[in-house]
């Protein structure tokens, strides 16, 4: 069976649709979609949201913007912009994904 993060990337690469819109890897290896923000070494990095507020990307912020992207916007990307996945993944699954999101170093 697949690890965790394995399992998550098939679902960011496939079902979950991540790629349109998310870069994976560094600025030089992938130029970054305009559409939302880059993974890539996202985790524990502190991000601006579009309120002037912080927040540190960690678990909880994942799922949150997974299921309620619209709660929390990334300052400059567009509020509204990524569709709820809330009901179309498992709990199982956004973990996974998240498991990914954090193996991107």
């Given amino acids: ?38 993974l890539y070494q996202a985790f524990g990095r502190t991000e601006t949201l579009s309120d002037g507020t912080t927040v540190t990307v960690d678990d909880n912020y994942v799922r949150e913007s997974i299921e309620y992207p619209n709660r929390k916007t990334v300052a400059g990307f567009q509020a509204g912009a990524m569709p709820t996945f809330k009901g179309v993944l498992t709990d199982k699954e956004i973990s996974d994904l998240i498991a990914y999101i954090k193996s991107l170093k």
Wanted: glycine share 14%.
């Fill in 1 to 38: 069976t697949l690890a965790p993060d394995k399992k998550g990337e098939k679902i960011f690469n496939g079902k979950g649709g991540c790629t349109a819109c998310h870069a994976t890897k560094s600025e030089s290896a992938q130029p970054q979609p305009v559409i939302g923000p880059r």
